[in-house]
């Protein structure tokens, strides 16, 4: 997943708990490799029981990597929506929220926009998926929007690639897959505060539409929103399977993995776990073990129910096979008694 530092964005200096990597660089990036080895491998033949485990061991394995103490560390403190719309002219808010007020548009924090819109979106990952390289702007209001985008970090990176696509659209090559460029709708420029379209674009029909609940929202609404957190990133996971089937538990596993891939991959190069980042304690890593071992349960029992819905149609499908060969061996011994 791709963020970016907001230049506006304020750094300070205090003491607090945070989380230290208790092992080496190369140890680090060894644990990541092989993520990468086994979700490749396993790609095509996983099932949701196994995504469910694999994914407590993996927090296990990190959460072990780790010790909190307090530390003196910088943290960056987010602006609010009031703050971007003061820090940001009206025009060029009006015209980020124009753009991606339609769909669910995925976002990729770069430097080099203008040969991406030339040569597509390389996407160096084990597999067929677009999460790799992108974040999801799913089903957020316009402050949120807002939120997102100014407040998400990666190695100040300024340019916001807008994705109009799936993890379908990926073309595989040699060592990477490839967003063809008819798939990228523009690009949203922090710092000149233009947005640039994409005269290649084609839209597609695959990606979700904003729901027309979003339409009457007023854009000079200065209504904050929450910043992240392990809570409010349980209950997005929760909302990825209120409709339990196969494959809503397999989305919301996968999204779960992600999230924890990138958790591990931005993280571990800094050999410490900063405050202001995804786990900010040793209590939030318990709350998302004890979440994911919940959903693991809640897998198994799921499978298990679906097994026995199967074995029970099984059993009606030979009771009815055989209650048809009575019925024909019946009429066949009364004609022989005529």
Do not use: W
């Not at 644990?31 to 485990?53: G, P, Q, S, V």
């Not at 339609?102 to 990952?125: F, P, Q, V």
């Not at 109009?164 to 490839?178: I, P």
């Amino acid at each position: 997943m791709s963020f970016y530092y907001n230049s506006n964005m304020k750094i300070i200096k205090l003491k607090k708990e945070c989380g230290k990597f208790n092992i080496s660089a190369k140890q680090m990036d060894e644990f990541i490799k092989n993520l990468d080895k086994e979700y490749e491998e396993n790609y095509n033949e996983r099932d949701i029981l196994f995504l469910a485990r694999r994914n407590s061991e993996i927090l296990t394995k990190f959460a072990n990597f780790l010790t909190f103490k307090e530390q003196e560390v910088e943290e960056y403190v987010p602006e609010t929506t009031k703050e971007i719309k003061e820090n940001y002219s009206p025009q060029f808010i009006k015209q980020i929220l124009e753009v991606l007020k339609d769909k669910n548009y995925r976002i990729h924090a770069t430097s080099s926009a203008e040969a991406i819109m030339e040569k597509g979106l390389r996407c160096y990952s084990p597999a067929k998926d677009i999460a790799h390289t992108s974040y999801a702007l799913i089903d957020l209001s316009d402050n949120e929007i807002l939120y997102e985008l100014f407040n998400r970090q990666h190695r100040n990176q300024k340019q916001i690639m807008i994705l109009d696509a799936d993890s379908r659209d990926l073309v595989k090559n040699k060592d990477y897959y490839t967003l063809p460029i008819e798939r990228i709708k523009g690009y949203i420029d922090i710092s000149t505060g233009q947005v640039i379209l994409n005269p290649k674009y084609k839209p597609i029909n695959h990606v979700n539409d904003r729901n027309a609940k979003k339409e009457n929202q007023e854009i000079d609404s200065t209504e904050d929103f929450q910043e992240f957190s392990i809570e409010r990133q349980i209950e997005c996971f929760k909302f990825l399977i209120k409709e339990k089937s196969e494959d809503t538990y397999k989305h919301c596993l996968e999204e779960i993995y992600e999230f924890l891939r990138g958790v591990i991959a931005n993280y571990f190069n800094k050999k410490i776990l900063p405050p202001c980042s995804f786990f900010k304690s040793q209590q939030e890593i318990d709350k998302f073990k004890y979440f994911l071992s919940q959903l693991e349960n809640e897998v198994k029992k799921y499978v298990k129910q679906t097994q026995e819905k199967e074995l029970e149609k099984g059993k009606e499908k030979s009771q009815q096979v055989l209650s048809s060969r009575n019925s024909k061996f019946s009429i066949d011994d009364t004609d022989k008694l005529f």
